[in-house]
C-alpha cells in the first residue's frame, strides 16, 4: 500500500479508517473507531496525539488492556507465524529471529516473570530497540511496582503506534519525527 496523504485520511470512510488504522493499537480497533469523528487531522504528528489522548482518558484497567493486547516477544504466537504483520516487522527489526537458544530462553523466562508479577506482557517499542536491550530491558523492567510499569507499558505502545502511523502516512522529515522520541 502506498503511503496515504493526510487528505486521504480525512476523506476517509468510516470502515475505511478502521481498516486501515485498526492495528495502530495492536489489536485495539476501537481506537481507530472512537477517533475517526475527529477528522479532519492536520498531520501525523496530531493524528498520533489523537491516538494518545484517547489512550490516556482511559482507566488504568483499559490500559492495562491494552498491554494484554501485545504479544509476548519472540513468543509462541510469533513461533506459529500468527503475529500481526506489524509485530513481525517490528520483532524483526528488533533482531528477536536471531536469538540464541539461551537468548531464547531466558527471554521465556523472563516474559513468564514479567506476566506473573504484572497480568500482561511486557511491551517495549522494538524499533528502538535490539535484542541484547529488550532482554536487559525486561530485567530492570521486572523490579518496578505494577503503577509504574503500567505507565511504562503504555508509554511504550505510544511510541509503537507512532511508527505504524509513519508505515501508513506521508510525512516529511520523517527522521526529524522519530527523534521527537
Known sequence: MSPLSINQVNEMEYEDFISTFGNVVEHCSLFAAAIWSQRPFHGVKQLHKTFCDFIDTLPKLGKEGILRSHPDLAGR?????????????????????????????NLTR???????????????????????????????????????EVIQGVEEVKKIAFYRLLDILQHEEAEKLIGGW
Open 77 to 105: 504466537i510469533a513461533e506459529r507465524g500468527l503475529l500481526t504483520t506489524e509485530s513481525t516487522k517490528e520483532q524483526l527489526a528488533a533482531e528477536l529471529n536471531t536469538l540464541t537458544p539461551e537468548e531464547k530462553a
Open 110 to 148: 523472563l516474559n513468564e516473570a514479567y506476566k506473573t508479577k504484572f497480568g500482561f506482557p511486557f511491551v517495549i517499542c522494538a524499533r528502538d530497540n535490539k535484542k541484547a536491550a529488550i532482554l536487559s530491558g525486561l530485567e530492570a523492567r521486572l523490579e518496578n511496582e505494577t503503577e509504574k
